[in-house]
């Protein structure tokens, strides 16, 4: 399998305002130092790493909603840095930290930001049908998101996320707010996801999560790369938490938050 996504050296860094200077001692936060890893096409890669290790940094600049310092994403061969707008076309994203309008109805929504990527509407009814059936959505099709429970909310934003059938898909912590039954739910259409030979990023600190279904993973610690490969060769004998804290402890005093 080919490479469909490339980091290539990624930095990004941000201005602390006072108090964040106080706190950090420091008047910049370096969120990406140098990331570097790439993921195949079709298969599901976890992006591993505590909060604030840099993960969403980087699925936002791979999404093209963010830009970086230096460095570039290529996502099927397009630069994020010079086409972010062609790339926004060819993938789906989800993050806990984007928040959809309360005032809308799902159903409002679904198609709202089917028409934004040129889904034709019998197409895009279609596909509704399917994904709301498939997340239980039917039932609150038309009561505005300010009505419905936070795990809904988020079967929501999935579902929008991926109204246009993208081939690449980035879930930043998609069982974010989610119980039992509904994590696992989101789960299974993940790997169904992979069986239609899409490719996903998952951003998790969920480890049990990335073993379950990723075919590779990488580390990330202060926005660089511990290492990155097939889960196989990343735990050994042992498992995803162990083989992450091996190498977590390794990691020179002071370094690390």
């Keep these: ?11 990004k860094s941000y201005k602390l ?20 890893f790439s993921v195949k096409r079709g298969e599901i890669y976890g992006l591993l790493g505590p909060n604030g290790a840099g993960k969403t ?16 994403v290529l996502v099927a061969g397009d630069s994020v840095r010079e086409n972010p707008l062609r790339i926004r076309r060819k993938i789906g994203f989800l993050s806990g930290d984007l928040k959809l309008e ?6 409002y929504l679904f198609d709202f930001f ?14 509704r049908d399917l994904l709301f059936h498939r997340f239980g959505i039917n039932e609150y099709a038309h009561k505005r998101l300010a009505a419905l429970s936070s795990g809904m909310k988020q079967k929501v934003s999935l579902v929008v996320s991926i109204a246009h059938d993208p081939q690449i898909i980035i879930f930043d912590e998609p069982t974010n707010g989610l119980d039992l039954l509904a994590a696992r739910t989101v789960t299974e259409f993940l790997l ?35 290492c990155s ?24 005093a002071g370094t690390v938050p």
């Design 114 to 127: 089917s028409a934004l990527r040129d889904v034709p509407k019998a197409q895009a009814g279609e596909r």
């Design 57 to 72: 940094t980087a699925m936002l600049i791979a999404a093209g909603l963010l830009k970086c310092d230096s460095g570039d």
């Design 229 to 252: 490969g097939p889960l196989e060769q990343i735990t050994g004998t042992s498992n995803l938490e162990d083989a992450f804290f091996l190498l977590y402890d390794k990691i020179p």
């Design 17 to 36: 305002d006072k108090r964040q200077r106080i706190l950090e001692g420091s008047k910049v936060k370096t969120a990406l130092n140098g990331l570097s």
């Design 1 to 11: 399998m080919d490479d469909i996504l490339v980091f290539s050296s990624l930095v």
């Design 192 to 226: 169904e996801l992979k069986n239609q030979g899409k490719t996903i990023i998952l951003s998790t600190h969920i480890f049990g999560l990335a073993e379950k279904i990723c075919d590779q993973a990488g580390f990330i610690i202060n926005g660089q790369m511990l």
């Design 102 to 107: 309360e005032f809308f109805t799902p159903v």
